[in-house]
């Protein structure tokens, strides 16, 4: 069974950068995209920005437009968000997903903003 695994959460200031980075355990078959979900306490989880694998169309929430950027690496099955100018409503428990044949899902990383 394939696992995502992520990394890079953590506390920072309002205005701050955190990169958050989830590797697959094992080659994903037929691997289409990759993104970034959040989530907080009450609310649905919300999608933040996916990339295509081959041509890397990116897509991004309205939100996270001009302070984050999501790369990826077919190959290796990685997926990274940049998340700069942070802000407190960024807090969250941000979790990778990959599409290919199947669907994956990180555990979740927790990123706080606060000051």
């Known amino acids: 069974q394939v696992q995502l695994v992520e990394s890079g959460g953590g506390l920072v200031q309002p205005g701050g950068s955190l990169r958050l980075s989830c590797a697959a355990s094992?080659?994903?078959?037929?691997?289409?995209?990759m993104a970034w979900y959040r989530q907080t306490l009450g609310n649905e989880r919300e999608l933040v920005a996916s990339i295509t694998t081959g041509s890397k169309i990116r897509w991004y929430a309205n939100f996270a437009k001009g302070r984050f950027a999501i790369s990826g690496d077919d190959a290796k099955n990685t997926v990274e968000l940049q998340m700069n100018s942070l802000r407190q409503e960024d807090t969250a428990v941000y979790y990778c997903?990959?599409?290919?044949?199947?669907?994956?899902w990180g555990q979740g990383t927790r990123v706080t903003v606060s000051s």
């Open positions: 997903h990959m599409r290919g044949q199947d669907t994956y």
């Open positions: 094992a080659a994903i078959a037929r691997l289409s995209s």
